[in-house]
């Protein structure tokens, strides 16, 4: 299985990238070790950000300007980091929910990216980061049908399963022992991409027990 950007999106917005982590891993609850270190960087995140200087992260920030180059709203559809930081200067609190989610979401909060990750056993054939046109939808995780239309999203034989917004439920990461496609979604190039996803395979070590981890940067 191979990730690759359809050449409408590079054509659209030049410096789109992904970071991909290949790994398999038993996805469990988190541990306590991994829940203090997730609250730890939330209570110094809340203190870092205010509203108003969370869209002026440089990741944030990209990812704002590509989906407003691409025809979507920023603001209708808020990319995973900027939603998620939001709730944490809100001090609204962030969903537990397992272990490779709950590393997929400290990275994102940490570094500005959004991320996704995705169970490879529901994908078929080849992956392709699209804009699927007006009218696309599919069913999001914990928010019912979704429009996808003028967005980034990943494409597969079967049709879209995530985007930096939105996942869908298809290629939801669940409890037990699961091959993971983990995709952080870059708007300003891929150099941004190395010491974050070197950051997540550490943290896939420590928290998840992982021993094995392919990176890759996909331009």
């Known amino acids: 299985m191979t990730f690759t950007i359809s050449p409408a999106i590079k054509q659209c917005w030049p410096e789109t990238a992904l970071g991909l982590l290949l790994y398999q891993v038993q996805v469990a609850p988190s541990s306590p070790q991994l829940l203090a270190q997730f609250d730890q960087t939330v209570a110094s995140l809340a203190q870092q950000y205010t509203l108003d200087t969370i869209a002026k992260h440089p990741h944030i920030a990209a990812t704002r300007q590509a989906y407003k180059a691409l025809g979507a709203s920023p603001h209708e559809h808020r990319n995973a980091a ?4 939001r709730r944490v200067v809100k001090q609204a609190g962030l969903y537990h929910i397992n272990n490779v989610v709950e590393v997929n979401n400290l990275i994102s909060i940490s570094s500005g990216y959004a991320i996704g990750s995705y169970d490879l056993d529901q994908l078929q054939g080849q992956v392709v980061l699209a804009c699927p046109p007006a009218g696309a939808r599919y069913e999001g995780i914990g928010k019912g049908s979704l429009s996808i239309a003028h967005m980034p999203v ?8 995530g985007n930096p917004s939105s996942n ?8 037990g022992l699961r091959r993971v496609a983990s995709v952080l979604y870059a708007f300003d190039g891929a150099e941004g991409l190395v010491p974050w996803m070197q950051a997540f395979e550490e943290a896939l070590r420590t928290h998840c027990g992982v021993s094995s981890v392919t990176q890759q940067r996909i331009e």
Do not use: H, N, W
């Open 82 to 85: 900027e939603a998620m930081l």
């Open 168 to 175: 869908s439920r298809r290629a939801m990461i669940q409890p």
């Open 154 to 161: 990943l494409t597969d034989d079967l049709g879209p399963f």
